[in-house]
């Protein structure tokens, strides 16, 4: 049998070939495919060609000129987005997101509405505090890692170690829903006793 793209097998020194993989049905029914809506107002950020800073300080920019949405347009990767909204008290804005941002999407955030139209990165709402992230495609690893309060909403699947240390903070009390399928890989763990 031959590996597709993306395939993957696990042997064993002792048994050989233990598992090809997943039957391509499989994959198409964990990862479907998905479109998304585009946004064409005059009004957006066009994150194409900018790095994380450049877009986190045109985001900051307007939400301090008064505008409570703010829309960002061909986002291919950039990380961090919204990591420095917590540090100015920003508070009771909403910024949407067409396309997929990268690793650290709303890190630490304490009160912004984060929408992503399409997929996400990994580490998305690690240390949130408030706030909600709606995500309308899937979510990759480490989603919600010590996610203390706020709403998280995936309204496809989540990768491994979603909400890792994800508890109760004081009065906070955080949310987490995967609408989809969520991706468990255990491991063998060995306990001294």
């Known amino acids: ?42 009004d957006v950020i066009n994150a194409e060609g900018l790095d994380y800073k450049e877009l986190n300080e045109e985001i900051l920019r307007r939400i301090l000129s008064g505008e409570r949405i703010v829309r960002v347009i061909n986002v291919r990767g950039q990380r961090f987005i ?29 009160g912004v509405e984060f929408v992503v139209y ?18 309308h495609g899937d ?9 203390q309060g706020g709403e998280v909403f995936v309204r496809g699947n989540a990768g ?8 109760e903070y004081r009065d906070r009390r955080p949310y987490l829903i995967i609408g989809g399928r969520l991706m468990i890989t255990w491991a063998s763990t060995w306990l001294a006793v």
Not at 123 to 131: E, Q, R, S
């Open 1 to 42: 049998m031959d590996l597709e793209p993306g395939g993957y097998f696990i042997a064993s020194f002792r048994r050989g070939i233990v598992s090809w993989g997943r039957a391509r049905e499989e994959v198409e029914v964990f990862f479907p495919h998905r479109s998304f809506p585009t946004y064409v107002g005059k």
């Open 82 to 110: 919204g990591v420095n909204l917590p540090r100015h008290g920003i508070r009771d804005v909403r910024v949407e997101i067409y396309g997929t941002p990268g690793n650290s999407l709303a890190n630490l955030n304490n």
């Open 118 to 135: 399409g997929n996400a990165q990994d580490d998305v709402a690690d240390t949130m505090h408030g706030g909600r992230v709606v995500i």
């Open 139 to 147: 979510a990759r690893d480490v989603l919600g890692q010590a996610l």
């Open 160 to 167: 491994n170690r979603v909400g890792i240390q994800m508890r």
